[in-house]
């Protein structure tokens, strides 16, 4: 079992074990099982705090048994489910596996990438994981003389990033894994991913990308490495994009 499962776990089964003792030995006047199941969230989520889990693991354990037998208690077709399930699946795809989840650049951020990059020639850009297409979409139409690519696995973003590309010839995107995808080609690779694939973007980049192209990451730094600039966004998140220019030599050892 992998060891990030053991901490949530054992929150849940101590908070089951718990509540099935008190009830057993009479603490507590008789309740229904609904009132049961949130008894058992609420002893679930103080044992994730002892147990020192992120604090966001409270309100998953507080309604995780709760919402179970809400679910069961309001005969919720399993069809329902399945719907959910592969909702969900076709928008999330390879989420659990890359730890990469979907959110998207605001167009401020885009906007100010745009006015900060050079001026000189056409711009040739990828964006890596372009999700529903916000980074590229804002992009290719702030700047036509640009040519911009997305890839993107999951396949209901990029389904909609098909779409919504549809009437932009200086915009393409592919469906497929971009670590399979050769970056020898851009001028600059955008990536708005999380923290943990940042170490291995750099190696892939430094391996494929052009000396003086540049790698733009945004809200996520690779440890280790001094951005060469750091733009600091006004946005409500705050966001910051850490911009590596792509050294003259290029490391011996690959991925
Ligand atoms: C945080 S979203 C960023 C979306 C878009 N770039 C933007 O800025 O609005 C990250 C996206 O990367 C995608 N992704 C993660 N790993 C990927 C991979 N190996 N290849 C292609 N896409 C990937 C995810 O499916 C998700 O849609």
Same mark, same amino acid.
């Given at each position: 079992?992998?060891?990030?499962?053991?901490?949530?776990?054992?929150?849940?089964?101590?908070?089951?074990?718990?509540?099935?003792?008190?009830?057993?030995?009479?603490?507590?006047? $008789? /309740?229904?099982?609904?009132?049961?199941?949130?008894?058992? @969230? =609420? !002893? +679930?989520?103080?044992?994730?705090? *002892?147990?020192?889990?992120?604090?966001?693991?409270?309100?998953?354990?507080?309604?995780?048994?709760?919402?179970?037998?809400?679910?069961?208690?309001?005969?919720?077709?399993?069809?329902?489910?399945?719907?959910?399930?592969?909702?969900?699946?076709?928008?999330?795809?390879?989420?659990?596996?890359?730890?990469?989840?979907?959110?998207?650049?605001?167009?401020?951020?885009?906007?100010?990438?745009?006015?900060?990059?050079?001026?000189?020639? $056409? /711009?040739?850009?990828?964006?890596?994981?372009?999700?529903? @297409? =916000? !980074? +590229?979409?804002?992009?290719?139409? *702030?700047?036509?003389?640009?040519?911009?690519?997305?890839?993107?696995?999951?396949?209901?973003?990029?389904?909609?990033?098909?779409?919504?590309?549809?009437?932009?010839?200086?915009?393409?995107?592919?469906?497929?894994?971009?670590?399979?995808?050769?970056?020898?080609?851009?001028?600059?690779?955008?990536?708005?991913?999380?923290?943990?694939?940042?170490?291995?973007?750099?190696?892939?980049?430094?391996?494929?990308?052009?000396?003086?192209?540049? /790698?733009?990451?945004?809200?996520?730094?690779?440890?280790?490495?001094?951005?060469?600039?750091?733009?600091?966004?006004?946005?409500?998140?705050?966001?910051?994009?850490?911009?590596?220019?792509?050294?003259?030599?290029?490391?011996?050892?690959?991925?």
């Amino acid at each position: 079992m992998s060891s990030r499962l053991i901490k949530p776990l054992s929150a849940q089964i101590a908070g089951l074990v718990l509540v099935y003792s008190l009830s057993l030995n009479g603490i507590f006047p $008789p /309740l229904g099982v609904f009132w049961l199941a949130l008894l058992q @969230g =609420s !002893f +679930a989520a103080i044992i994730s705090q *002892l147990l020192l889990s992120p604090r966001w693991w409270v309100p998953i354990h507080l309604f995780f048994l709760p919402a179970i037998v809400g679910a069961i208690q309001l005969q919720i077709p399993s069809s329902a489910y399945a719907t959910g399930f592969v909702i969900l699946a076709l928008i999330y795809w390879s989420s659990f596996r890359t730890q990469v989840p979907l959110f998207l650049s605001n167009r401020m951020t885009v906007h100010r990438l745009a006015i900060w990059l050079p001026d000189e020639k $056409p /711009l040739h850009i990828l964006d890596i994981g372009s999700g529903t @297409g =916000s !980074f +590229a979409l804002t992009l290719a139409r *702030l700047r036509p003389d640009w040519q911009i690519e997305g890839i993107e696995t999951a396949p209901a973003p990029y389904a909609l990033s098909r779409l919504l590309a549809r009437k932009l010839a200086n915009l393409h995107f592919t469906r497929g894994d971009f670590w399979r995808h050769p970056l020898g080609n851009y001028d600059l690779v955008y990536a708005f991913l999380s923290p943990v694939p940042m170490p291995d973007l750099w190696r892939k980049a430094r391996r494929e990308m052009r000396p003086g192209s540049l /790698l733009v990451s945004n809200s996520f730094d690779i440890p280790d490495q001094c951005a060469d600039e750091v733009i600091a966004i006004d946005d409500r998140r705050g966001t910051r994009l850490y911009i590596y220019r792509i050294p003259g030599t290029k490391p011996k050892n690959s991925r």
